[in-house]
């Protein structure tokens, strides 16, 4: 298994695979407030809602990004 990196809300948390990302840009062209590849951390979760955050990642088109919904 290659490297995994997680950001979390409390509700949902994002895990990116760097290692088989291809860069296609679809995450941060449709949410440019989370996504922001210069900076670091480059995933800023607060910046949507767990509703757009899971439409966007379900668009991924490498499978590079992918979420898991935390149990309350």
């Not at 088989?20 to 989370?34: D, E, K, M, S």
Request: charged share 25%; net charge negative.
């Amino acid at each position: 298994m290659g490297i995994k990196k997680e950001y979390s809300n409390g509700e949902l948390t994002i895990i990116w695979q760097p290692e088989i990302c291809v860069h296609a840009g679809v995450c941060f062209q449709t949410l440019p407030a989370v996504y922001r590849p210069s900076e670091r951390p480059w995933i800023r979760i607060e910046n949507a809602t767990t509703e757009e955050l899971i439409d966007q990642i379900d668009h991924c088109p490498s499978g590079a990004l992918s979420y898991r919904l935390e149990k309350k």
